[in-house]
């Protein structure tokens, strides 16, 4: 970080600091920081400062509060926490709807055929583009955070996939990472869901992993943050992979703390 970026920092967090009766009332009972260190927490803190500057949250026919905001800035940060808040750069609007919302458009699939899609979403992330999520989704995820769901985490891990330009299930991994195992461990997992789910085996995870890798990374990462314990009993490799992509082992720091 040059001079001039760190005197930009220093002047955010000293001039816009999140309000410390504001903060205690978001993290205080948050299932998903649940064993952070206090050094993890007072970094979270500031990631989450300087997040609601870069950031626009806009709520549609919705009064954005304090504690809303930082409740965002929360849990988007927190999968960057030992990262970087740089990874969540590009982009600015938070779009923030009372509850889910209606999406139609046509879309062109790899044959050049196009369909037309209309679904009812709880949150959707664009490349370049805007998060979109649903306040009453967040709540519930929040009120039911050790059942593995977040929308917040999915779409941020989303904008995660997408730093390379595609959306395929694979984020731009770290050097020290190997591609391959990434892709095996990854690809054998999802295969084994489709199987699963075509021979109407219980499975552990929610089904829409299933759905394309893209969706497969964003859901598994829904699990590592809020039920970490689900990927490493029934996907101990995809955990492990988790665990050297975000640089956070959420499992461990649960059980010791």
């Given at each position: 970080m040059n001079f001039f970026k760190r005197a930009k920092t220093r002047y955010i967090l000293h001039r816009h600091p999140i309000e410390q009766a504001v903060w205690h009332a978001v993290t205080e009972n948050l299932n998903v920081l649940q064993g952070l260190?206090?050094?993890?927490?007072?970094?979270?803190?500031?990631?989450?400062?300087l997040f609601l500057q870069e950031k626009t949250i806009i709520g549609v026919n919705l009064t954005i509060?304090?504690?809303?905001r930082v409740t965002l800035a929360v849990h988007a940060c927190l999968p960057v926490l030992h990262l970087g808040l740089s990874l969540l750069a590009g982009w600015t609007d938070i779009l923030i709807y009372p509850s889910a919302f209606h999406v139609a458009?046509?879309?062109r699939d790899v044959d050049g055929i196009v369909h037309h899609q209309d679904r009812i979403l709880s949150g959707e992330a664009w490349s370049r583009g805007p998060v979109i999520l649903s306040w009453e989704d967040i709540e519930w995820d929040i009120k039911e955070g050790h059942h593995g769901h977040s929308v917040i985490i999915h779409e941020i891990a989303h904008k995660l996939d997408m730093l390379d330009?595609?959306?395929?299930?694979?984020?731009p991994l770290h050097v020290a990472m190997s591609i391959p195992d990434w892709t095996q461990t990854l690809s054998a997992a999802y295969q084994?869901?489709?199987q699963d789910l075509m021979k109407q085996r219980p499975t552990t995870v929610n089904a829409y992993a299933a759905s394309s890798p893209a969706e497969f990374f964003a859901v598994f990462s829904e699990y590592f943050f809020t039920?970490?314990?689900?990927i490493h009993t029934h996907f101990s490799d995809v955990y492990?992979?988790?665990?050297l992509y975000y640089r956070q082992d959420p499992l461990n720091r649960r059980q010791s703390g």
């Open positions: 260190s206090a050094v993890e927490k007072a970094h979270l803190r500031e990631l989450s400062t509060t304090d504690n809303m458009r046509d879309e330009g595609s959306c395929n299930g694979m984020p084994q869901l489709e039920a970490p314990q689900v492990e992979q988790l665990q």
